[in-house]
């Protein structure tokens, strides 16, 4: 209904004359029902424009609108206040709309509106140097669930993920892991002390100072000892303790990933842009325009040129390039393959790089106006208002595996989409875990799992989905009320997408359950005349429908009992 109104607005718009054509028609729910059921002030931001009264203009429209909608869909264009024009629903329309829903089933609230583009949407692209934080989960969750709102619109989606394994901090772990190796092997290896917020711990004397600890560090060389036992003892290169220290962390990230339901379509990694001659070429391409000098051994991208505080490295002293190159070089790659959009999902500490990484996709002649950067902020672990630190063995930081294990995957996913990525989210672990309404999570599914029920009893009684059903009996306001809600669901999936803004479906999930509830309070089913009663049941399905297909887009589970 919005794209509708929003079409038949900018028709009457170009009529009057004066309005340019990237004047944004909006429309909104009023916060009052007795307003309407959508809202437009257009008038009022013509005032200036057109140098007329607003309240005259919105007369103006409402006349010529009231010659244009269909009565089968608009009931009324109303004028009000200083001059907001209001819209009320046709019955027509949402009986219409109920049985498109009811026909369309879980397909209800996918769109074609970018059928035939493409997008690339990066996200998670931990480096494989441990487990999963629970900042990498919120980034995978919100990454996945952008991609599958960009789906449900109609793009042809690639889900990849990035990881740098070239550079010291590979280094780092293939020495963390070969120190635990030669422990392992040898007899009366030395040992040291470090400390690690605050704690000593002890370990062997060739460990690196800022090396990995955590028990899969040392998984990882028992793993290497029953393989190759102590051949490897011997051995100068770090390339064996590197490649099993990196097999085996992506597996245990890809085991977590899976535990959310979460599957990347692809795979792009550092080392493979440097064989392919990839971050050479950026290299050579910045250079010949004149962007890089050498100073102190390492070179220098002239960021300042873009307004920058100061120019960053590309290359260092030692010869190993920031991590601000091979990013340069991977996106590139996005460029060849040709996508329309492309969306990283990056940590707000990436803040200050990603313009680079624009600004020298610029220069090289790339279309940045293609490629979105999504930041999102922070997670906080808390119990109430108390932050924590719940205590792991496996490494000296709170992975994700820990808060799956400890809420669940539904859960997890759930939180993590709450709040807008822009906003810091505190995690409740004592809310995550409760089963009342007040946790949101368990409210939505008891909600779905009601309405299961409902339609199981009543289906016991004779109730059948296929029946023949007459929607105009669904005339109580309660009734009307939640059809209004079910059937802005496409459009808040296409709004969310567009916003790139996944918390927008959460929030209107709960909307949905509280309307429903409000609904079955007040309107009978099983008990009520026949008719009647298959309506209500008609509009308890579909209700199950929205709820359904939004938890799946979420990414969460729909259970039938709880």
Not at 361 to 374: A, P, Q
Request: glycine share 6%; net charge negative; with cysteine.
């Amino acid at each position: 209904m919005t794209d509708y109104l929003q079409t038949q607005l900018r028709a009457v718009l170009d009529d009057l004359g004066g309005v340019p054509d990237d004047f944004d028609v909006a429309l909104e729910e009023p916060a009052n029902e007795e307003h309407g059921d959508l809202a437009a002030n257009t008038a009022l931001r013509l005032g200036s424009l057109l140098d007329d009264n607003p309240r005259s203009i919105a007369e103006t429209i409402a006349e010529r609108l009231r010659d244009r909608v269909d009565p089968h869909r608009i009931k009324s264009v109303e004028v009000a206040g200083p001059g907001f024009i209001n819209f009320r629903f046709a019955q027509d329309y949402l009986f219409d709309g109920l049985a498109e829903l009811l026909a369309q089933g879980d397909t209800f609230g996918r769109t074609d509106a970018h059928t035939g583009e493409t997008a690339n949407v990066e996200y998670v692209s931990a480096n494989p140097t441990g487990p999963l934080t629970v900042g990498h989960g919120r980034n995978a969750v919100l990454g996945d669930t952008i991609a599958t709102l960009l789906e449900w619109t109609g793009y042809d989606i690639t889900r990849e993920y990035y990881f740098n394994n070239a550079g010291r901090q590979m280094r780092v772990l293939g020495q963390s892991v070969r120190a635990r190796y030669e422990a392992l092997v040898g007899e009366d290896v030395p040992t040291k002390t470090l400390t690690v917020d605050d704690e000593e711990v002890e370990v062997p004397a060739s460990f690196p100072e800022d090396g990995y600890l955590g028990t899969y560090i040392l998984d990882i060389a028992e793993q290497l000892y029953e393989e190759e036992g102590a051949s490897l003892l011997t051995t100068e290169s770090l390339a064996p303790f590197r490649q099993a220290a990196e097999e085996a962390i992506f597996a245990d990230i890809e085991a977590t990933l899976d535990r959310l339901n979460i599957e990347m379509d692809g795979y792009a990694n550092e080392q493979d842009l440097h064989d392919g001659g990839t971050v050479q070429k950026i290299l050579d391409g910045l250079t010949e325009a004149g962007l890089t000098y050498e100073e102190n051994g390492a070179l220098w991208f002239k960021t300042t040129e873009f307004g920058r505080e100061k120019d960053r490295v590309l290359v260092k002293q030692s010869g190993e390039p920031t991590y601000r190159t091979p990013d340069i070089a991977y996106h590139t790659t996005k460029f060849e393959r040709d996508f329309g959009l492309m969306i990283d999902v990056f940590g707000a500490d990436h803040h200050a790089a990603y313009p680079d990484v624009l600004d020298a996709l610029d220069v090289l002649g790339y279309d940045t106006d293609r490629v979105e950067v999504i930041l999102y902020q922070f997670v906080t672990l808390v119990r109430g208002d108390e932050p924590v630190k719940m205590s792991t063995r496996r490494a000296n930081y709170v992975t994700l595996d820990d808060l799956i294990d400890e809420v669940g995957a539904d859960v997890t996913r759930f939180f993590f989409l709450m709040r807008s990525a822009d906003t810091h989210l505190n995690f409740d672990l004592e809310l995550a875990q409760e089963a009342s309404d007040k946790n949101p999570v368990f409210y939505l599914q008891y909600a779905h799992a009601r309405i299961c029920s409902i339609i199981d009893k009543a289906e016991e009684v004779g109730f059948s989905p296929d029946a023949d059903v007459d929607l105009s009996l669904l005339t109580h306001e309660a009734e009307l009320d939640l059809i209004k809600e079910l059937l802005d669901f496409p459009q808040v999936l296409r709004s969310a997408a567009e916003a790139r803004a996944p918390h927008f479906v959460p929030n209107y999930l709960e909307d949905v359950a509280t309307t429903f509830s409000q609904f079955y309070d007040h309107c009978r089913i099983i008990g009520e005349d026949n008719d009647l009663a298959t309506a209500r049941m008609h509009l308890a399905l579909a209700t199950k429908t929205v709820l359904k297909n939004g938890l799946t887009v979420l990414g969460l589970s729909a259970p039938r009992n709880m």
